[in-house]
């Protein structure tokens, strides 16, 4: 096998094209999916029955969704409603659709690991209910759910590859894209990986280190 | 009754905490079933009875971490005021000590303890820990004052526990159960804290299981049976000459010859 590794440099603005958009897309579907992810979740543990069926409902389909059908739905079927959606917002909504159940059940499960002593004690010292949160609560929610919100993160950043299907031209379509061009399939996947661990590595190990820093003992 | 209520007041100190015919129902439970009583400032009251006869219930609703069903609590003159803010003002002015600790996890041990005087009180942060530094020394635990409560024995914690809750500069210290969840050669280090508390006049209503510590520290005892207090009066008189049948088959429970 001769091998031309120049080709990848010939991609170099598309290959660049498609970075960016794979971390927009990846920021954009974080930043809908926190808030998201959190109102759910006070959906969820509210005393409001209906709120909490809703929010049990939207969880347990949007777990259970393949991402691909759900942008292929949206992409395909909405029109036929009469809304449509370009490419790159149809990847955000799927995505974020999906995330934001992930989150509100990671999020669920930090709020409702921390004892109810916890409460009893700051409230005990005067504190209000929002000082109790923001001092007490939150603080070691969030340490607690580090670890599962970053597994999160890092699967968002690899799946927002399935919405290449729709020809959002993110990393994955526009390398797809310059192999079908170059037939140099080898040296653009290779580029491809490369690309995708030297931007996932470094996240991987920010988030050890994150969880090393924050770990909290009890 | 009038017997020892002429012994108490011979005290003569005016009361802080006052229960009034307190009920407290969870569900169709009743935890507190009239609980009438008075606590002196000053004094040091223990709280005992078998499991489940409404002691924890008690001290949860002094300071209002449970709303009573029925009856009054009066505090400094005042009933236990309804709403958040108001309920606030009054929390500051006790402090409670957990069988469990709860010391925050994610704070070290002088910040558990400045946390409180600087988010509530608006204490500026100087002054916070110099205030800490002197509850640390208080309770002995200079040393630990960075250590994270995860790094320090059951003893260590309930310490800092203590000081956290002096550090608000409370009236009234409801202490449930201090030393029932340590192992028994950290028992001793905190009930010294807590006797020394008394020795400077705190007033202390305290649960507890440690019937040498009621008999030698408080100066009156409360025994509690089926969320009613069946039998009250100063230590030697309980201990010695108990006059329900319920109160004696309670302290030979815990082993007190009567
Ligand atoms: N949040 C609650 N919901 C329902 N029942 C409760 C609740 N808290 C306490 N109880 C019940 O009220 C009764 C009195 O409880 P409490 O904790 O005051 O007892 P205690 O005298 O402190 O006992 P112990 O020595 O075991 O701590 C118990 O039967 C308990 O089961
Ligand atoms: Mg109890």
Redesign the interface.
Known sequence: MNLDWSIVWEYRWAFLFGVMNTVLLAVVTMLVAIPGGIVIMLMRNSPVRALRGIATVYVETFRATPLILLVYWIFYVMPRFGVHLPPFLTGVVALSLIVSAYNSETFRAGVNSI?K??S??????????W?LQV??IL??AL?RVLPAFSNTWVSLFKDTSLVSVIAVSELSYVSLQARAESFRIFEILTAMAAIYWCLGYPQAKLVDWLNRKYE??? | MSRMDHQRNAIGKPPIVTYNNVEKCYGDFTALNGVTAEVNRGEVVCLIGPSGSGKSTLLRCTNALEQINGGEIIFDGAPLPKGENNVRLVRRRMGMVFQSFELFPHMTAIENINCAPVTVLGMPKREAEELSYSLLKKVGLVEKAHSYPSMLSGGQQQRIAIARALAMGPEVMLFDEPTSALDPETVGEVLSVMSDLAGEGMTMIVVTHEMSFARRVSDWIMVFDKGRVIEEGRPDNIFKHPTEGRTKEFLRHVGVEV
């Open positions: 004892r002593g916890q009893d004690a700051g409230l005990a010292l005067g504190m209000s209910k000082q001092k007490v603080p070691q340490r909290v003992k009890e």
